[in-house]
């Protein structure tokens, strides 16, 4: 793995040097864009707005736009210079209970490695997190980004997880949620049953990205086919709907789950 990020978590007046990995792998299918008649690939190229001649990267910079149309242009010392204390560390502000972080906050992970001469302390801040219970609540510079995160121990790792600002998470309110619905006895009841009936240990390594071993075999039998010649998936025709209520069909919808998961 490569490193992402070097640097050291400040921890009181310790400090630990460490090396962040990407703790998550994303698995894609590589799709490019093509044109369609003849197959032709696309090529994206960054263009002027104003002569229409083609950027390299060497002549691109990061610029914020004022209100008269100028640029103010910034480069990587600038970005070190807003916050260089924070730039090569990842400082542990505050403790709190897990428990207490709402799952909407929680966004990426990162695995915490030790140099080498850092094992000791960070094997003491791994000791300290588990024996407290609590995780470090801290901010990082990544990327000329400043992140909020939590710093906690999973099996022998330590892992940051990024997390949220309060300040990007939109208020449910803006949503048109329901209220004031009255359910039914007998439908919580049997809401409640197919939970129990459905609960089971979390074992992630069960679950699998079917999506894409679905469009790799789709993939795989269109390359086969003649050229020009079109395969055909079945489509699942539509059950014409019945002039039930709606608590009556809700209702059915829950015994047929119920009978679905017996079988």
């Not at 469009?215 to 003649?226: F, G, T």
């Not at 395969?231 to 209702?251: I, Q």
Request: glycine share 4%.
């Amino acid at each position: 793995m490569k490193a992402l990020w070097r640097g050291g978590i400040s921890f009181g007046l310790v400090n630990i040097p460490v090396r962040l990995f990407s703790g998550s792998v994303t698995h894609r299918i590589d799709l490019d864009m093509i044109r369609k008649k003849d197959q032709c690939a696309i090529q994206y190229v960054r263009v002027c707005k104003k002569d229409g001649k083609e950027v390299s990267w060497d002549d691109i910079a990061k610029g914020y736009k004022k209100e008269n149309g100028d640029y103010v242009i910034l480069d990587k010392e600038d970005f070190a210079k807003a916050m260089p204390e924070k730039t090569q560390t990842i400082d542990i502000f505050e403790f709190v209970l897990e428990d207490e972080i709402p799952s909407q906050y929680l966004e990426k992970p990162y695995i915490v490695e030790p140099e080498k001469a850092a094992n000791k302390t960070y094997a003491l801040l791994r000791a300290a997190l588990k024996k407290s219970g609590k995780v470090g609540l801290c901010k990082f510079v990544l990327r000329s980004t400043e992140h909020l995160g939590i710093l906690k121990v999973e099996d022998d790792a330590i892992l940051l997880i990024q997390i949220r600002f309060d300040q990007d998470l939109r208020d449910s309110s803006e949503a048109k949620i329901p209220t004031n619905i009255k359910i039914e006895k007998k439908e919580l009841d049997m809401a409640l049953t197919i939970i129990d009936q459905l609960t089971e240990k979390f074992e992630p390594e069960k679950y699998k990205d079917t999506y894409k071993d679905e469009l790799m075999k789709l993939i795989k039998k269109k390359s086969k086919a003649p050229k020009g010649k079109k395969t055909t998936t079945k489509e699942t025709e539509a059950k014409p709907k019945t002039s039930k209520t709606a608590a009556d069909d809700l209702l059915e919808q829950l015994k047929a789950s119920l009978e679905a998961i017996k079988n």
